[in-house]
């Protein structure tokens, strides 16, 4: 099975980049549709991006145009691009894979789950 472990997190003003990475080991990440998730304190956990063993993509829509996600093979590592970041996107962020996914926004799909990076935005 697949191990996650995320980093990247951080505290940034409004308008700032961070980029997260989830580290897979134990099993190629390319076998694996791999999703991003985030928490903020009191909510539900909500669909971020998802990228599919495939390689498609898909956004929720208030990231769309400010995240990119993206795979590189040679290090086992999805990354979450986050550009133009605003207080909202404030949470804890989460990724989970499913193997041989094919990417979908709901997170009783994935089986496997790192610990989470939290992301801080002031204003």
């Known amino acids: 099975q697949v191990q996650l472990v995320e980093s990247g997190g951080g505290l940034v003003q409004a308008g700032a980049s961070l980029r997260l990475s989830c580290v897979a080991s134990?099993?190629?990440?390319?076998?694996?549709?791999v999703a991003w998730f985030r928490q903020a304190p009191g909510k539900e956990r909500q669909f971020v991006s998802t990228?599919?063993?495939?390689?498609?993509?898909y956004y929720e829509n208030s990231v769309k145009g400010r995240f990119t996600i993206s795979r590189d093979a040679a290090t086992n590592t999805v990354y979450l691009q986050m550009n133009l970041l605003k207080p909202e996107d404030t949470a804890i962020y989460y990724c989970?894979?499913?193997?041989?996914?094919?990417?979908?926004?709901?997170?009783?799909?994935?089986?496997?789950w790192g610990r989470g990076t939290q992301v801080t935005v002031t204003s």
């Open positions: 134990g099993r190629p990440i390319s076998n694996y549709a």
């Open positions: 989970g894979a499913e193997e041989y996914g094919g990417g979908y926004d709901m997170e009783r799909r994935y089986n496997y």
């Open positions: 990228l599919s063993w495939r390689g498609s993509t």
